[in-house]
């Protein structure tokens, strides 16, 4: 129970990061939890607009992970900023019909050409859902 209770709190607080983090005008494309099978735990991913914005997306991250309450509910194996999740965010936002799928959990999911055992997302960014409504 107390283990259900700490997932629900992260994925309150990751909801919380990214709000703060688009306010403040992050290059942030997408925000996801999923399970990494071969490492055994969630990880939630924080993916930049493009390459050449990690490092500034890293900057704004840190910027904020340093505060309350989130130096408390994640830990520092948690959160990762990578570029190289663009790809699987952009299929990511073609796969999602509506906001209402936001913080629902997909299990074992193919799209895009990359396969999801377990994913929550948090955020897309609107340029990833204009591009999947137009389609």
């Known amino acids: 129970m107390a283990d259900r209770a700490l997932v629900e709190r992260k994925l309150e607080v990751s909801g919380d990061l990214v709000r703060q983090l688009t306010s403040d005008g992050a290059p942030l494309l997408a925000a996801y939890w999923e399970w990494g099978q ?11 607009k493009s390459t050449q914005h990690e490092s500034e997306l890293v900057r704004s991250t840190s910027k904020i992970m340093i505060t309350q309450p989130y130096r408390t509910v994640f ?10 999740q663009i790809e699987r965010a952009r299929a990511i936002g073609a796969y999602l019909r509506s906001s209402e799928d936001l913080g629902r959990q997909f299990d074992t999911t193919f799209t895009g050409g990359f396969y999801f055992e377990s ?17």
């Not at 830990?75 to 190289?84: I, T, W």
């Open 38 to 48: 071969e490492k055994e735990r969630w990880i939630f991913y924080l993916v930049p």
């Open 75 to 84: 830990s520092l194996s948690d959160v990762f900023v990578d570029a190289s």
């Open 119 to 135: 994913v929550v997302v948090v955020y897309v960014a609107p340029e990833l859902r204009k591009a999947h409504y137009a389609a």
